[in-house]
Nanobody
Framework: QVQLVESGGGLVQTGGSLRLSCAAS????????MGWFRQGPGKAREFVAT????????DYADSVKGRFTISRDNAKNTVYLQMNSLKPEDTAVYYC????????????????WGQGTQVTVSS
């Protein structure tokens, strides 16, 4: 079993930055890809970013490309999401997830989920 715990959310002004962390325990962290998803008020959960098991390959949703950076430290069993130039539309609960199989952009492809951390961007 894998446990994921997010941290680092909070309230920030437009244009500000936050770094989210997701600490993993359980199954070997370095053996699987990780993703970040978010769910805004009244919206479906959506893909934000993904990173492969060794941290070399990443991909992003168009809405965050150039502003967000996903990274991982396998020695610390942690994945990060650096968020810069934040906008009010980035307000959401952010979830990290451990990949299982299928499309990296599909929530159904991820087997393990954290409890989420709230990010609120004020205008």
């Amino acid at each position: 079993q894998v446990q994921l715990v997010e941290s680092g959310g909070g309230l920030v002004q437009t244009g500000g930055s936050l770094r989210l962390s997701c600490a993993a325990s359980g199954r070997t962290f370095s053996s699987y890809a990780m993703g970040w998803f978010r769910q805004g008020p009244g919206k479906a959960r959506e893909f934000v970013a993904t990173i492969n098991s060794n941290g070399i390959t990443t991909d992003y949703a168009d809405s965050v490309k150039g502003r967000f950076t996903i990274s991982r430290d396998n020695a610390k069993n942690t994945v990060y999401l650096q968020m810069n130039s934040l906008k009010p539309e980035d307000t959401a609960v952010y979830y990290c997830a451990g990949y299982g199989s299928g499309s990296y952009y599909d929530i159904l492809s991820y087997r393990y989920w954290g409890q989420g951390t709230q990010v609120t961007v004020s205008s």
